[in-house]
């Protein structure tokens, strides 16, 4: 199994509607994406001055199974979404 974790750090100036898009477009893709084995994401609560302010968590079989998200149409537009609203994405993917 593949975990993979990402965090956001909006532009100062996103609106709540732009991440209440990118919420909506997020919690879509586990029915649309076969490869997703688990799925969860979040607003930061602590809002500390090293937090991020978005966070994703989810589960994969491989990295196969992992790129096939990465490149699936319906995760690159919500890719795309957050491009636009996001100063900075950090990841990482580690096994479990």
Same mark, same amino acid.
């Given at each position: 199994m593949l975990k993979h974790i990402v965090l956001f750090k909006f532009k100062p100036d996103t609106s709540d509607v732009n991440i209440a *898009? $990118?919420?909506?477009g997020l919690a879509g893709l586990p029915?649309?994406?076969? /490869?997703?084995?688990?799925? /969860? @994401?979040?607003? #930061?609560? $602590? %809002?500390? #001055?090293?937090?991020? #302010? @978005?966070?994703? $968590?989810?589960?994969?079989? #491989? =990295? /196969?199974?992992? /790129?096939?998200?990465?490149?699936?149409?319906?995760? =690159?537009? $919500?890719? *795309? %979404?957050?491009n636009m609203i996001c100063d900075n994405i950090i990841s990482v993917d580690f096994t479990i």
């Amino acid at each position: 199994m593949l975990k993979h974790i990402v965090l956001f750090k909006f532009k100062p100036d996103t609106s709540d509607v732009n991440i209440a *898009n $990118v919420e909506k477009g997020l919690a879509g893709l586990p029915a649309r994406i076969a /490869e997703i084995k688990h799925y /969860e @994401f979040g607003r #930061d609560v $602590v %809002q500390s #001055d090293r937090s991020f #302010d @978005f966070g994703l $968590v989810s589960e994969f079989e #491989d =990295m /196969e199974s992992l /790129e096939r998200y990465r490149t699936h149409p319906y995760h =690159m537009a $919500v890719v *795309n %979404q957050l491009n636009m609203i996001c100063d900075n994405i950090i990841s990482v993917d580690f096994t479990i």
